[in-house]
């Protein structure tokens, strides 16, 4: 009886022992599969592996890594969850678990784990990175930057991803910091001569630079990229009217854009703009408010369609639009300027110095300008 006891738990222990060899036998051929990119397949290894050891947790791992990496995030979670329970804690598995709350948008859960995997590994740099892209995905430019550049400190091998440097730079322009942007934006433009979006912010950024020649040879590549986009068309527009203050050159390039697209907002706001310059501003009108028809929120549209009620004596109509732009953003100095010169046209001293006041509430150097035209009434 003893001996067919003992015969009966040696062949349990030998079928447990095979069976874990398979499993392993699993596991290393999928770490092969994903050490040569095919994912798939490897995942279907790590699946065979998990089948015969439900509590292979590097297994576990290595299937939520694949998951991730076919975007298949909510699976990957449940996979990395298991990894988590049977297996120690390590600073990867946080962070394969951070990403995929992330691209599941589950930001607090994604927050949490991407800040447990810097409690045990604190130069961990993916976390930094995806921080980083975080911020930017929210406009938080300046958490951006903070991020992206610990992701670079901690970085242990040249960074060769393309986005990666035209968030960075996209950041920067946003922050005006044109310098910084354009060294980042080059970085992208080296791994990747493709991009569309690059070549716009390189163009963006040369000119807020004042490089002019440069930002239209920039914008010129954009249109040859993709000559069905406006946005080329529209950056050399403003080089025109911004820099070279050539309206007629820079309405040339809008209409261009307008054949694209004839209710394009930024440019019936630049046709707009460049009547008003030109002081026909009859013609600014219907532009303008094609302008703010595709974006309501428009502001600096709502100033210049103000401005061309005003000179054309439409005064109830540019009050509107004035207004309408200090409710769309409360510490606009441009939208009082004109709208005091306008209350001063008609006389009406008490609208006049009411603006002066908030203008002088701003610190804005348009008070002594307008100030002794409203002492004058």
């Given at each position: 009886?003893?001996?067919t006891?003992?015969?009966?738990?040696l062949s349990?222990?030998l079928?447990?022992?095979?069976?874990a060899q398979d499993a392993l036998s699993?596991y290393?051929q999928?770490?092969?599969l994903?050490?040569?990119?095919k994912t798939?397949?490897a995942?279907?290894?790590?699946?065979?592996?998990i089948?015969?050891?439900?509590k292979?947790s590097?297994a576990?791992?290595q299937?939520?890594?694949?998951?991730?990496d076919?975007?298949?995030?909510s699976s990957?979670?449940?996979?990395?969850?298991?990894?988590?329970q049977?297996?120690?804690a390590?600073?990867k598995?946080?962070?394969?678990l951070?990403?995929?709350?992330?691209?599941t948008g589950?930001?607090d859960?994604a927050l949490y784990?991407?800040?447990?995997?810097?409690?045990?590994?604190p130069?961990y740099?993916l976390?930094?990175?995806q921080l980083?892209?975080?911020?930017?995905m929210?406009?938080?430019?300046?958490t951006a930057?903070t991020?992206y550049n610990k992701y670079?400190?901690n970085?242990k091998?040249?960074?060769?991803?393309?986005m990666y440097?035209?968030?960075k730079?996209?950041?920067?322009?946003a922050l005006k910091?044109?310098t910084?942007?354009?060294t980042?934006?080059?970085?992208?433009?080296?791994?990747?001569?493709?991009?569309?979006n690059?070549y716009?912010?390189?163009?963006?950024?040369a000119?807020?630079?004042k490089?002019?020649d440069?930002?239209?040879?920039?914008f010129?590549?954009?249109?040859n990229?993709?000559?069905?986009?406006?946005?080329?068309l529209?950056g050399?527009?403003?080089?025109?009217?911004?820099?070279k203050?050539?309206?007629d050159?820079?309405?040339n390039?809008?209409?261009?854009?307008?054949?694209?697209?004839?209710?394009?907002?930024?440019?019936?706001?630049?046709?707009?703009y460049c009547?008003?310059?030109?002081?026909?501003f009859?013609?600014a009108i219907?532009?303008?408010?094609?302008a703010?028809?595709?974006?309501p929120?428009y502001?600096?549209?709502?100033?210049?369609?103000g401005?061309a009620?005003y000179?054309?004596d439409k005064?109830?109509d540019?009050?509107?639009?004035f207004?309408?732009?200090i409710?769309?953003?409360?510490?606009?100095?441009?939208?009082?300027?004109?709208?005091?010169?306008?209350y001063v046209k008609?006389k009406?001293?008490?609208?006049a110095?009411?603006?002066?006041?908030?203008?002088?509430?701003l610190?804005?150097k348009h008070?002594?300008?307008?100030?002794?035209k409203?002492?004058?009434?």
């Amino acid at each position: 009886m003893k001996n067919t006891i003992a015969i009966f738990l040696l062949s349990i222990c030998l079928a447990a022992g095979a069976q874990a060899q398979d499993a392993l036998s699993y596991y290393n051929q999928g770490i092969k599969l994903k050490e040569s990119t095919k994912t798939a397949e490897a995942l279907a290894q790590f699946r065979k592996a998990i089948a015969l050891n439900p509590k292979y947790s590097e297994a576990l791992y290595q299937a939520g890594w694949c998951q991730n990496d076919l975007k298949e995030y909510s699976s990957a979670i449940t996979y990395l969850q298991k990894a988590r329970q049977f297996g120690p804690a390590m600073p990867k598995l946080f962070f394969e678990l951070g990403y995929a709350f992330e691209k599941t948008g589950k930001t607090d859960s994604a927050l949490y784990y991407y800040g447990k995997c810097l409690e045990m590994n604190p130069g961990y740099s993916l976390v930094y990175k995806q921080l980083g892209t975080m911020a930017y995905m929210k406009d938080d430019y300046n958490t951006a930057i903070t991020n992206y550049n610990k992701y670079e400190e901690n970085a242990k091998a040249e960074i060769k991803d393309y986005m990666y440097w035209y968030r960075k730079g996209f950041s920067y322009n946003a922050l005006k910091d044109y310098t910084n942007a354009n060294t980042a934006l080059l970085k992208s433009l080296g791994l990747n001569k493709e991009y569309l979006n690059t070549y716009l912010e390189l163009g963006f950024a040369a000119s807020k630079r004042k490089l002019d020649d440069e930002a239209i040879g920039y914008f010129r590549t954009g249109m040859n990229l993709d000559p069905k986009s406006h946005i080329p068309l529209n950056g050399i527009a403003e080089v025109y009217r911004d820099n070279k203050k050539d309206c007629d050159e820079a309405m040339n390039w809008y209409r261009k854009s307008l054949q694209l697209n004839p209710t394009e907002r930024k440019a019936c706001y630049g046709m707009g703009y460049c009547f008003n310059s030109k002081e026909q501003f009859a013609n600014a009108i219907g532009y303008l408010k094609t302008a703010i028809e595709n974006e309501p929120s428009y502001t600096a549209a709502y100033i210049e369609l103000g401005y061309a009620y005003y000179r054309t004596d439409k005064f109830t109509d540019a009050e509107t639009c004035f207004n309408k732009a200090i409710e769309l953003s409360p510490k606009n100095e441009n939208a009082r300027y004109y709208a005091c010169l306008m209350y001063v046209k008609q006389k009406n001293k008490a609208k006049a110095q009411r603006m002066v006041d908030e203008l002088k509430a701003l610190s804005s150097k348009h008070v002594t300008t307008l100030q002794p035209k409203v002492n004058g009434l």
